[in-house]
């Protein structure tokens, strides 16, 4: 008789552990490899923490010297993250164990025969983009971008590709140097509604950004970005995504992957911001959008699915 009380204890200790354990995730020792110690980065180490748990260990490469893929080996995680592009580059060899990645503009070069590799982009996608742009510039037929084919043809065939469904019309110009760069900004100046900032090293620069901002402000021609930084020399919108975000997402996409809910790999679009310069829309003769003169941030709850996007 006692034998069966004994039972029926423990049977009912494991009825309330299940009860009110979240057996949605355990905790699973992951490795951060990070390339330098900067505050962006840092930022997506935070994120990654608060949605993943602190079961982690990072390395900075920047002042490591040991060997990164032995000591991974060692360490035996279920799951590698990695912050900027030179991490990705350092794991992406490793072919057994999950790696999410972000702060990554491009990936695709690490990606291809890589089924392991998943992550979270950096920039809000063209499409993203157009809906704010159709959103709050209606008038908006003619779009014009510069790039170096080179850098960012991938981001201008992005564009031109969403362009389609939104009835706008993609006026690009090729550049190769920064000295060409200023000559694309007049000419392109002629034929265009809104001029869309890309990421593209060749084309934003201390000089070209001083050029660029002005002369488009006198030709009232707004100037959409990808980050909120250039709101302040003179954009008009900022449409961009947050590093503590991306780490967060990227702690969410690793606990889905480990629990089986998503098939690798893929991609993730990041959350999304959205900032008004409000000073240059009175400047433009725009609306100033009195409700967006406060940062507008656009969440989806961050437990549902975002867009992944599967890569090959």
């Known amino acids: 008789m006692q034998h069966k009380l004994h039972i029926r204890k423990y049977v009912f200790c494991f009825l309330i552990f299940f009860a009110f354990y979240d057996n949605s995730f355990a905790s699973f020792f992951a490795v951060v490899v990070q390339g330098i110690s900067i505050e962006p980065y840092n930022q997506v180490f935070r994120g990654i923490k608060k949605s993943y748990g602190n079961d982690l260990k990072r390395v900075v490469l920047c002042g490591f010297k040991g060997d990164l893929k032995r000591y991974i080996k060692e360490k ?22 999950p790696i999410v990645y972000t702060m990554v503009l491009n990936p695709n070069p690490y990606l291809s025969g890589h089924k392991n590799i998943s992550g979270v982009s950096m ?46 019309s993609i006026v690009a110009k090729k550049v190769f140097s920064s000295q060409q760069v200023i000559d694309a900004i007049k000419k392109i ?51 961009y995504s947050e590093p503590f975000s991306m780490g967060v997402q990227a702690g969410i996409l690793a606990k889905k992957i480990l629990k089986g809910t998503v098939m690798t ?18 400047c433009l003769g725009l609306p100033t959008y009195e409700e967006n003169r406060r940062e507008m941030i656009v969440h989806e709850d961050n437990e549902k699915d975002k867009e992944f996007s599967p890569h090959n």
């Open 265 to 282: 790999p893929v991609t993730v679009c990041p959350d999304e911001r959205f900032k008004i310069n409000s000073y240059v829309a009175e």
């Open 189 to 239: 100046s002629q034929n265009i509604d809104l001029f869309f900032m890309l990421p593209d090293v060749t084309v934003i620069s201390p000089e070209t950004l001083s050029f660029m901002n002005l002369f488009f402000l006198k030709k009232s021609i707004p100037i959409v970005t990808f980050s909120e930084k250039y709101l302040k020399l003179g954009a008009l919108m900022a449409i």
């Open 123 to 168: 920039l809000v996608s063209a499409r993203k983009k157009l809906e704010y742009i159709k959103k709050y510039l209606p008038k908006t037929k003619r779009i014009g971008v510069i790039y170096n084919p080179g850098h960012s043809y991938y981001l201008y065939k992005e564009l031109l590709d969403a362009a389609k469904d939104f009835k706008v």
């Open 76 to 97: 035996k995680p279920f799951v590698i993250f990695t912050i900027g592009e030179w991490a990705l580059s350092e794991v992406s060899s490793i072919k057994d164990i």
